[in-house]
């Protein structure tokens, strides 16, 4: 089960990797953050910030492509727990996509047609491929140890401590996390829905501050 998983959240990151080493900058940023969105929108935010960062004239695009990518990734996390779970998204798939859609309309204010810069290619080479081994290795560990941490919070700790954890984890790659709460949820199914919608929130946050921290104020 765990491999399935795998290769499944793989699957989906390499169709948007290769989109990504194939178009690089040359469909302009806002349609790069949108492919690279697919593999890792923390990956995105930071390239583009460094971006942002050594190019200040790009500085708006770079912002409109680090929300296209989030808006992104709540429709590519429905799509996989639909997959895993279907059962959960009756509770969640109005809420993803509207937080999608509100990141889309926002990307697209003020938006000024660019091509980039030739460093973009350079910044974004930290999108991995998904189905090199290591990055495959790395989510199934992170995938069963959460899935196990989720389970003991729950049962000592109860539903406030999965939603605390939910924001911890959030910090960081939250894909692991969300499917290993996906999979095999047949109760609860609110409470599993709340701590989704925690750890994208918290993960969106984060990116905000990944960002303004390599942009010079």
């Known amino acids: 089960k765990v491999w399935q998983i795998v290769i499944l959240v793989s699957s989906v990151g390499f169709a948007g990797y290769l989109l990504s080493k194939f178009l690089g900058h040359k469909v302009g940023l806002w349609l790069s953050g949108l492919v690279g969105g697919i593999v890792s929108s923390t990956a995105v935010c930071i390239a583009y910030g460094r971006l942002a960062q050594s190019h200040p004239q790009h500085g708006q695009n770079a912002l409109q492509a680090t929300v296209v990518a ?32 509100v990141g889309f309309m926002l990307s697209l204010i003020k938006t000024n047609v660019s091509k980039g810069v030739k460093s973009l290619d350079k910044d974004l080479e930290q999108l991995q491929n998904p189905f090199e081994l290591k990055p495959a290795m790395i989510f199934a560990v992170l995938f069963v140890a959460l899935s196990v941490i989720t389970k003991l919070v729950k049962t000592y700790i109860g539903s406030q401590g999965l939603l605390s954890l939910s924001a911890i984890v959030g910090l960081s790659d939250i894909d692991p996390f969300i499917l290993s709460l996906a999979n095999g949820a047949q109760t609860d199914i609110s409470l599993i829905s709340s701590a989704i919608l925690i750890a994208m929130m918290s993960n969106t946050i984060m990116k905000g501050i990944y960002f303004s921290y390599f942009v010079p104020s």
């Open 70 to 101: 989030s808006s992104v990734m709540y429709l590519r996390i429905l799509i996989l727990i639909f997959i895993i779970n279907p059962m959960i998204v009756y509770s969640l798939w109005w809420k993803l996509v509207l937080l999608s859609v």
